[in-house]
């Protein structure tokens, strides 16, 4: 395994931990960091130091006065056409924009200015995604039937996965950058290999169209959201389905692993949003409270907050207290008058599609 991706996998079960226990500014780091290596062998005598110096910034972060101000930064023209999705890399540094003009535009997040232009789908492009955390790499899925893979730097594209018989609507990296997942209304979802560009494994199973997919950080599972009401939890490596989520009373929009992989939060046209236990996929709650359909649902990193976008301009933001000794899971949430979101990983751009 490279070494940095040996890094940054230290970091993610780092950052897990620190989740599970609550990291506060009185917190005993050094004693934090002792629990945290009693559980989780791969943070090793060697890692130590370095593990108490990134517990120790990550609490400095937490004293910090938390009175920042949103304003509006840019306005870009961007395309011709309307705007289908944007996304950010990791650093939020750059973002990519795709659009009914059938083309990508990356653009550098500081300056507005436009890096390149990626050309060559022959119909809308619609689900755009980077290879994060490395953004080395973009994925772009059309209505053509075809998703692309792109070098970030140079525009150069590295492959063209063909084989859906219907428009691509969603897609999604896996954390190692080694897998790519497409979703398309034909109700299948493929998983590529980056490095051959050759098609893996087809993921059938659904009744209707596929609009939302996500891969777990350990990059092991993989869920789908369809029109049929379900979603879907997969076994990467043999392509076969785990569990079936059922439950919600309209078709899925949204679907998304927390980052320890333990929970599973689907947003539906019901107007609900649920929770579900990953590993069994049982239901573990309802979030109720908007008037129209759910658009979009994500977890915060820390999987301690849900945020809901809905067709009815709210934005509901949702605090989880997992409670293992019950099995219950508590719910509390605030209004806000915007639709649908996209968070920079950063957290310092947000993006508002209306």
Same mark, same amino acid.
């Given at each position: 395994m490279k070494s940095g991706r040996f890094g940054f996998l230290i970091f993610l079960v780092l950052f897990c931990f620190v989740s599970f226990?609550?990291?506060?500014?009185?917190?005993?780091?050094?004693?934090?960091?002792? =629990?945290?290596?009693?559980?989780?062998?791969?943070?090793?005598?060697?890692? &130590?130091? !370095?593990?108490?110096?990134?517990?120790?910034?990550?609490?400095?972060?937490?004293? =910090?006065?938390?009175?920042?101000?949103?304003?509006?930064?840019?306005?870009? &023209?961007? !395309?011709i056409l309307p705007l289908t999705n944007v996304a950010f890399n990791k650093s939020g540094s750059r973002f990519i924009t795709g659009s009914y003009d059938r083309t990508c535009k990356v653009w550098d997040t500081a300056s507005g200015e436009e890096l390149c232009t990626l050309e060559g789908h022959r119909n809308v492009v619609y689900a755009i995604a980077f290879n994060n955390p490395y953004g080395d790499k973009i994925a772009t899925g059309s209505f053509d039937k075809t998703c692309k893979l792109w070098s970030t730097e140079t525009g150069k594209c590295y492959h063209t996965f063909r084989g859906h018989s219907a428009e691509i609507v969603c897609l999604s990296f896996n954390l190692q950058s080694t897998l790519l997942a497409t979703g398309s209304m034909d109700t299948t979802a493929k998983l590529w290999d980056i490095e051959k560009g050759e098609e893996i494994v087809t993921l059938s199973g659904h009744s209707a169209e596929i609009i939302a997919l996500s891969f777990n950080t350990t990059g092991d599972r993989i869920i789908t959201g369809s029109f049929d009401h379900r979603v879907a939890v997969w076994d990467v490596g043999t392509g076969r389905i785990l569990h079936t989520l059922m439950g919600h009373r309209g078709e899925i929009s949204s679907a998304q692993f927390n980052w320890d992989c333990s929970l599973i939060v689907t947003g539906s046209m019901d107007k609900t949003c649920m929770l579900w236990n990953a590993m069994t996929g049982t239901h573990i709650a309802t979030l109720i409270g908007h008037s129209d359909e759910i658009l979009d649902v994500c977890f915060d990193y820390a999987g301690q907050r849900i945020a809901t976008a809905s067709a009815d301009g709210n934005l509901v933001k949702g605090g989880v207290s997992w409670l293992k000794s019950t099995d219950q899971c508590l719910f509390y949430y605030r209004k806000f008058g915007i639709k649908l979101k996209k968070f920079s990983p950063v957290k310092i751009f947000f993006f508002f599609t209306l």
């Open positions: 226990f609550f990291l506060i500014i009185s917190t005993d780091v050094i004693a934090l960091v002792e =629990e945290i290596q009693k559980r989780e062998p791969l943070i090793t005598v060697s890692y &130590k130091e !370095h593990v108490i110096h990134l517990v120790r910034r990550l609490q400095e972060k937490l004293g =910090e006065k938390k009175d920042h101000k949103f304003y509006l930064f840019k306005v870009l &023209k961007t !395309h």
